[in-house]
Every structure is written in C-alpha cells, then in structure tokens.
C-alpha cells in the first residue's frame, strides 16, 4: 500500500504491488461469491491504493512479464466478479419488482375494503 504524498516504489516493489492486487481481486471473488459486496467494495479500495505502486511504462520495467501476468489474471477475476454483480443486481431488481407488485395489490385491496365499507 502506498500511503498519500509517498512515492511509488520502485523495481520489485512493482511486482510485490501487482502480486498484492492479484491477491485482492481473489479476495475479490470470494467475497461476491458469498454475497459480502462491501467487502468487495473496500479490497477494490485497497487494489487502487496499490496500482500507484506500479510502473507507468511496464516495458521499460525488469518484472513487467510477472507484472502483466498478474494483472491479466486480475482482470479475469475482476470479469467474474462483475457478473456476480450483474447477477446480484438482477435479483434485486426482480425482488423490487416482486414487492412493489405485492404493495400495489395490497393498495387495491385496502382500497377495495374501504368502498366496500362505506357501502354497507
């Protein structure tokens, strides 16, 4: 992690940055798996933190095939991920609607009810 106002690390240190963020986003995975998204919202934090870790130019850098390695595999998890989310966000809008549907027959009834006993 690169604390505000350091500067990026330099030569291994890219890699130990690219390592870390790897093992975020598979931390990632395994937290959207289980449904914990503010989990998956602080590590995504945690991987932006150590991105300014990494070199800007990857082809001037020693490690930049472990580097890239790591983050082509990270951006794989990052795919997964997102259609968990897509998923979850699916299933939550269907419930919304479910509900809302449930609302609106209970509005009807009630309102059903009230001329019902105002007719009586």
Do not use: F, K, N
């Amino acid at each position: 992690m690169v604390e505000e106002g350091s500067q990026p690390p330099e030569g291994g240190d890219a890699q130990r940055s690219a390592q870390r963020i790897l093992e975020l986003s598979r931390q990632m995975a395994r937290c959207a798996e289980r449904g914990e998204w503010e989990a998956v919202t602080e590590r995504d934090r945690l991987r932006l933190q150590c991105a300014q870790a990494l070199p800007e130019r990857l082809d001037q850098h020693p490690g930049a095939a472990a580097i890239r390695h790591a983050l082509d595999e990270s951006l794989a998890l990052d795919e997964r991920v997102r259609a968990m989310m897509q998923a979850e966000r699916d299933r939550l809008g269907r419930a919304w609607r479910e509900e809302r549907r449930g609302q609106q027959a209970h509005d009807t009834y009630q309102a059903y009810q009230r001329l019902s006993d105002g007719d009586g």
